[in-house]
């Protein structure tokens, strides 16, 4: 199972070089960039050829891209609206694609394999249109990713119309084969549990965001610091016939020193083998 490390760990930061050297040295053999402006400027030319620039030299893959949450650089503190592909009005769907365009083009530059893709918000409710909605999103971000060789993988949020089930069920009305999914643990966690959510999504999961929780909230904590079971999870995940990648993705708000987060990271792929 590859070790991937999500830069959502360091995302009250500006990415650059060293924190992905840091990454390496902890034991990550890839590495999910969040796209969040402030953090990841995918806007910015010379921010994205800096990071390029260093991915060639260096044995660390890029393993996937989080597509943005916000279009802003305060994560929407100031009022800007969340990218929602699925959102009611038509200008808000519009904004929010070209937005996640907007961050898939540094795979021109970036040899990004995955983008992870956010099928709305937390309120967001479960009905045919919602359905209607996710196709074209998923259709139209599809045609746009594909030529720069980089693959969708939607996520289960805490949200209706991302539960695994509903997920499976609209890649399947879409024949959408060529879209994978990356399963959350710590959402599966809060909602229907990860071994139903293992077991609904099985062979579509390419990817696996690996964080704890009380089974509460999404705290995004390190793994075996909230409710888990890890020993059946990592079990179910060893099962499947392609094991996905693991991708750590804990919070950045965390009190962990550098050299604890190091400790920590590596102890949390060991779970996996």
Not at 64 to 73: Q, V
Not at 118 to 146: C, K, N, Q, V, Y
Not at 170 to 177: A, P, R, T
Not at 212 to 226: I, S, V, Y
Request: hydrophobic share 40%.
């Amino acid at each position: 199972m590859l070790r991937v490390l999500s830069t959502h760990i360091v995302l009250n930061h500006r990415l650059h070089p060293g924190l992905l050297e840091h990454a390496q040295r902890a034991g990550a053999q890839g590495i999910e960039v969040f796209a969040a402006r402030q953090h990841f400027d995918y806007t910015s030319r010379e921010h994205v050829a800096e990071l390029a620039e260093w991915f060639r030299s260096n044995s660390l893959e890029a393993f996937s891209m989080h597509a943005p949450l916000y279009p802003d650089r305060e994560m929407g503190r100031a009022g800007a609206p969340p990218v929602n592909v699925i959102h009611p009005e038509k200008a808000r769907r519009i904004d929010a694609m070209d937005e996640i365009k907007r961050a898939l083009e540094s795979a021109e530059l970036i040899p990004f394999r995955n983008a992870v893709i956010h099928l709305g918000e937390r309120d967001d409710t479960w009905s045919p249109r919602t359905i209607e909605l996710a196709l074209t999103a998923l259709e139209h971000l599809g045609a746009f990713a594909r030529p720069l060789g980089v693959r969708l993988l939607v996520e289960n949020l805490l949200s209706e119309p991302t539960t695994p089930e509903h997920l499976v069920t609209v890649l399947e009305m879409g024949h959408l084969d060529n879209v994978g999914v990356c399963l959350d643990l710590g959402h599966a966690n809060i909602t229907v549990g990860t071994a139903a959510a293992i077991s609904t999504l099985g062979k579509r999961i390419v990817s696996v965001h690996v964080h704890d929780n009380q089974g509460a909230r999404d705290q995004h904590l390190w793994p075996g610091d909230g409710t888990i079971d890890w020993s059946a999870t990592t079990k179910s995940l060893k099962a499947l016939a392609t094991p996905p990648a693991t991708v750590l993705e804990i919070s950045y708000s965390l009190p962990d020193t550098p050299s604890d987060q190091a400790a920590r990271i590596e102890k949390s792929f060991a779970l996996f083998g």
